[in-house]
């Protein structure tokens, strides 16, 4: 664990503002902008208080213990009194336990808005001055290279096969497998180039940035608000070309159904001790991206009453979930660490926010790209079961691939 040293005397003050415009053109620069916006709702942040690094199976509780010391030892003056007003930190955390770099980065000034209602959260010490700057414009991202990353396609096909090979034997019922892909560019990536492509290309997603990996994520981890959870649980996937009717020949998969149907139970099965009521829908729906339509279902509980869970608490129940893990889980994760060899870091790791109340939202870091310097890392991967064809995986993925490539192409101007 790894805590930056913390400056004494914090104040944190929320207060209401008028129509901020866009939140994603608050960003002044590209030093680490933070975000987490889905249409014209959300957080963005920039500057940072502090921050805490975690690693290890026990990274969840510890930030979580981290987060709740930090805020207690704050004077806080919250004017609006709206999930995400007051003190918030953005969570990126690794998929893996073994990987290092889970972190919770505290933004000097946040700008937030929800149904209407905008405010801004600024820290600052005693009487100390804003930290509001000056914006530089956006630099686009330029002429792009493409390169094989630690698992090329061939790899992955490989992979696939051989998962696919035990899972007929018997082995484990289903594993998300991953790969990689370099894009390089002549100059560093500005990561809210990135960002603005994914908004606008996808404004049903929750566009994020924390930490340098930057994605838009169609998939709900765990909301908490006031004693309630829920969950979108995504799992089976089309994309155009494949037939006419494409909700009618997801819905009625038998593939991609029983795939679903591992990661709901998944899901369900962890939120389940922690609640005093769960309402986990029947029969999944689609909803449609623009690159490719997933089988989603929706999950709402009541949190216990009488020792409610944090936000915290309920990723590290849930995490991973069969959607990107696989089921059993210890078994799925076993297969991936051998078959993928290779470090997934944040991706398919929970990512999002979190405030004072132990409310948050924290979704899969999917559709996403790690960006250093002029490199970017992008990540794409499929839910593998026994009749999963290898080919159809690779198309999957590239399918899912094209949503941050064309982003950073950017070979849609706004």
Same mark, same amino acid.
């Given at each position: 664990m790894?805590?930056?040293p913390?400056?004494?005397g914090l ?7 008028? =129509? ?17 916006v ?12 502090? /921050?805490?690094?975690?690693?290890? #199976? ?19 003056s919250?004017?609006v =009194? ?20 889970s972190? !919770? ?11 209407g209602?905008a405010?801004?959260?600024e ?8 930290a ?21 396609v ?10 696919? /090979? ?14 990689? $892909? ?11 180039a990135?960002?603005?492509?994914l ?13 340098r990996?930057?994605?838009a994520t169609?998939?709900? $981890?765990? /909301? ?7 969950? /979108?649980?995504? #799992?089976?996937?089309?994309w ?13 998969? +038998?593939?991609?159904?029983?795939e ?9 099965? +962890? ?5 005093s ?15 490719v ?17 944090s !936000? ?23 297969l ?11 991706? #398919? ?7 004072g109340?132990?409310?948050g939202e924290?979704?899969? +870091?999917?559709?996403?790209?790690? !960006? ?6 992008l ?9 999963? =064809?290898?080919?159809t995986e ?5 399918a899912?691939m ?13």
């Amino acid at each position: 664990m790894t805590i930056a040293p913390l400056p004494t005397g914090l104040g944190v003050r929320t207060r209401l503002v008028g =129509d901020p415009g866009g939140l994603l053109e608050l960003l002044p620069d590209d030093r680490n902008p933070l975000s987490w916006v889905r249409g014209s709702d959300g957080l963005v942040g920039w500057g940072e208080v502090a /921050r805490i690094t975690v690693s290890g #199976a026990n990274r969840f509780a510890e930030a979580d213990s981290w987060w709740r010391s930090f805020t207690e030892g704050l004077r806080v003056s919250d004017e609006v =009194d709206l999930p995400g007003t007051g003190p918030v930190a953005f969570a990126s955390f690794t998929f893996a336990d073994s990987s290092p770099g889970s972190v !919770l980065v505290v933004p000097r000034v946040l700008v937030g808005r929800r149904d209407g209602v905008a405010w801004i959260t600024e820290f600052s010490h005693g009487d100390g001055p804003s930290a509001m700057r000056a914006v530089t414009p956006v630099r686009p991202s330029g002429t792009l290279r493409f390169a094989d990353g630690l698992l090329p396609v061939a790899g992955y096909r490989k992979a696939v096969a051989e998962a696919v /090979r035990r899972m007929r034997a018997g082995e484990l019922d289903k594993a998300a497998l991953a790969h990689d $892909l370099l894009a390089v560019g002549d100059a560093p990536l500005d990561p809210r180039a990135l960002l603005a492509g994914l908004a606008r290309r996808y404004p049903t997603c929750w566009s994020y940035s924390v930490d340098r990996l930057v994605g838009a994520t169609p998939e709900m $981890l765990v /909301r908490r608000v006031d004693g309630t959870v829920s969950s /979108r649980v995504l #799992a089976g996937t089309i994309w155009p070309g494949e037939c006419d009717d494409l909700p009618g020949q997801l819905l009625g998969s +038998a593939k991609d159904r029983h795939e679903h149907a591992l990661a709901v139970d998944s899901l369900a099965d +962890a939120l389940r001790p922690m609640c005093s009521s769960l309402d986990v829908p029947d029969t999944p729906s689609v909803i449609a991206l623009r690159n490719v339509s997933h089988l989603a279902s929706d999950v709402h509980g009541k949190l216990d009453p009488q020792s409610p869970a944090s !936000l915290l608490q309920l990723a590290s129940a849930v995490h991973p979930t069969a959607a990107v893990g696989g089921t059993p889980r210890d078994a799925a994760l076993a297969l991936i660490a051998e078959l993928e060899g290779m470090d997934r870091g944040r991706y #398919a790791g929970p990512v999002g926010w979190m405030d004072g109340n132990g409310d948050g939202e924290l979704g899969i +870091a999917l559709r996403c790209a790690l !960006l250093d310097g002029p490199t970017a890392r992008l990540f794409a991967g499929c839910g593998i079961v026994a009749d999963s =064809d290898p080919d159809t995986e690779v198309r999957e993925a590239a399918a899912k691939m094209v949503a941050v490539r064309d982003a950073l192409e950017d070979t849609e101007p706004g």
